[in-house]
T-cell receptor, first 111, second 117 residues
Framework: KQEVTQIPAALSVPEGENLVLNCSFTDSAIYNLQWFRQDPGKGLTSLLLIQSSQREQTSGRLNASLDKSSGRSTLYIAASQPGDSATYLCAVRGNTDKLIFGTGTRLQVFP | GAVVSQHPSWVICKSGTSVKIECRSLDFQATTMFWYRQFPKQSLMLMATSNEGSKATYEQGVEKDKFLINHASLTLSTLTVTSAHPEDSSFYIC?????????????FGPGTRLLVL
C-alpha cells in the first residue's frame, strides 16, 4: 500500500527565505507526482506535475524534483513571500487512477 | 485552464437529513471524477471514483449506501450524503480527470463544507 509522507509538517519563515519541502513515498512504481497548494477552507491548486520519466519541473519561483528510485520529491520555493502561506500537498499516482496524498506541510511566511 | 465547480460551497443540516453535492467540469469533459473527504488538519482521503455511465468504485471503509454517487453526464457528478450524522461533517472535494495523453491530470473543485448538527 502506497504511503506518502511530508516533512516538515509545519514551517514558519521570514519573507525572502528559500525553502525546501520534502515528500517521500514508499512504492517507487509511480506514474507521476504532483504538488498542490491549498489555502484554508479552499480547494486545491495544482502547482507542478512531474511524470515518472522526468527529474524536475519548474514554474516561476517553484522547482520540484523527483527521484523515483529513492521515493523522494522536493519542492523548492525561492524568495518566499507572505502570499506563499498555505498548505502544500504532494500526491502520487500509481498504475491506477488514484492520487494518494501526503500529509501536507503548513507554510507560514511572515513579513 | 480547466475549471471544476462545486455546489453548494457550504451547507448546514440537521442530523438525519440527506445532502446532495454537485460537481461540474465547466469547460472540458470528464469521464472520471473523484470524491475526496478532508477532516480538519488532515490530508485528502479518496472516497470513491465515479465513472460516467457506470457505478462508482468505493474505497475500503466507505459505505456506498450512505454516500450515493451519480455520474450521469460527462460534466456532472453528484454525491449524496444520506441520513447525515455529525461525524459526516467534513470538507468534501471533487476532482475531474481530463484525458489528455501523458499530461493527464486532475482538476479540483473548491470544496463543499458540510456541518451536520
Amino acid at each position: 500500500k502506497q504511503e506518502v509522507t511530508q516533512i516538515p509538517a509545519a514551517l514558519s519563515v521570514p519573507e525572502g527565505e528559500n525553502l525546501v519541502l520534502n515528500c517521500s513515498f514508499t512504492d517507487s512504481a509511480i506514474y507521476n507526482l504532483q504538488w498542490f497548494r491549498q489555502d484554508p477552507g479552499k480547494g486545491l491548486t495544482s502547482l507542478l506535475l512531474i511524470q515518472s520519466s522526468q527529474r524536475e519541473q519548474t514554474s516561476g519561483r517553484l522547482n520540484a524534483s523527483l527521484d523515483k528510485s529513492s521515493g523522494r520529491s522536493t519542492l523548492y520555493i525561492a524568495a518566499s513571500q507572505p502570499g506563499d502561506s498555505a498548505t502544500y500537498l504532494c500526491a502520487v499516482r500509481g498504475n491506477t487512477d488514484k492520487l494518494i496524498f501526503g500529509t501536507g506541510t503548513r507554510l507560514q511566511v511572515f513579513p | 485552464g480547466a475549471v471544476v465547480s462545486q455546489h453548494p460551497s457550504w451547507v448546514i443540516c440537521k442530523s438525519g437529513t440527506s445532502v446532495k453535492i454537485e460537481c461540474r467540469s465547466l469547460d472540458f469533459q470528464a469521464t472520471t471524477m473523484f470524491w475526496y473527504r478532508q477532516f480538519p488538519k488532515q490530508s485528502l482521503m479518496l472516497m470513491a471514483t465515479s465513472n460516467e455511465g457506470s457505478k462508482a468504485t468505493y474505497e475500503q471503509g466507505v459505505e456506498k449506501d450512505k454516500f450515493l454517487i451519480n455520474h450521469a453526464s460527462l460534466t456532472l457528478s453528484t454525491l449524496t450524503v444520506t441520513s447525515a450524522h455529525p461525524e459526516d461533517s467534513s470538507f468534501y472535494i471533487c476532482s475531474a480527470r481530463r484525458e489528455g495523453g501523458w499530461r493527464e491530470t486532475q482538476y479540483f473543485g473548491p470544496g463543499t463544507r458540510l456541518l451536520v448538527l
